[in-house]
């Protein structure tokens, strides 16, 4: 499982122009599901982003998670993650999950999200999707279990 995290001030989705979702401060969380990946890891990855300390205190360090700033969450299912680019000029997809798989553990991911209390909103599952980041920072981390 892979999770590309973006710590955001706002973040929003739409399909066919339409607005689905969209959240202020917090993190925006493009997701990826692999063939080995389970319903024990969409937990795990859930509790690792939730206490991940990637926000600044008063400081200036980054020293809060999401959980200390009460910020919300906007997960995309992102299968592109699990690009294969190593031969040739197109990638190769085939250790992405198939999607009746990804979409039960992008599902348990979210609800393992939501019910840490983190305001979580989602995309489309499968849709072609419009995402507008404002990256804070700008703060990127890729996180792969």
């Known amino acids: 499982m892979k999770a590309l995290l973006q710590r955001v001030s706002s973040g929003s989705v739409s399909v066919e122009g339409k607005s689905i979702a969209s959240i202020g401060n917090g993190l925006v969380i493009l997701v990826g599901i692999g063939h ?10 859930a509790e690792k982003v939730a206490t991940l300390r990637i926000f600044e205190d008063e400081a200036g360090k980054m020293n809060l998670s999401i959980l200390d700033t009460h910020g919300a969450v906007l997960v995309i299912s992102q299968f592109t993650l699990y690009a294969d680019t190593r031969k040739g000029r197109r990638p190769a997809f085939t250790d992405a999950a198939a999607p009746d798989v990804a979409k039960k553990l992008v599902d348990a991911f ?36």
Do not use: C, Y
Not at 113 to 120: A, K, S, Y
Not at 134 to 145: A, K, Q, R, S, Y
């Open 36 to 45: 080995a990946d389970s319903d024990a890891q969409a937990q795990a990855m």
């Open 110 to 145: 979210i609800k393992a999200l939501q019910d840490q209390g983190i305001p979580t909103r989602s995309g489309e599952f499968g849709a072609h999707m419009s995402v507008e980041i404002t990256n804070d920072g700008p703060v990127t981390i890729m996180v792969e279990l």
